[in-house]
């Protein structure tokens, strides 16, 4: 699994929490829904600018999401 793929199942993480829908989280992000699907997908790469508005508008900082992968892709490599 590669970089994109954990950064998106960080994503579904961090909104599934918030108990929040994809569309709900597009519209606090200014994406698109389509676009937040392919990035918890794995389908999309994301800018460094798009990752900063999913995750401000998760109510997070970027590294949290990053570490969030990191968690995820150790645990995929156990």
Known sequence: MNLAAYFGQAVRR???L????????????G???TYISGVE????NPSLLV????ATALGSDLDVLFATARELASKKED
């Open 51 to 54: 990752m900063q508005r999913i």
């Open 31 to 33: 994406i698109d829904r």
């Open 18 to 29: 918030l108990r929040l829908s994809q569309e709900e989280l597009a519209d606090r992000a």
């Open 41 to 44: 997908r794995g389908v999309r």
């Open 14 to 16: 961090h909104r599934e």
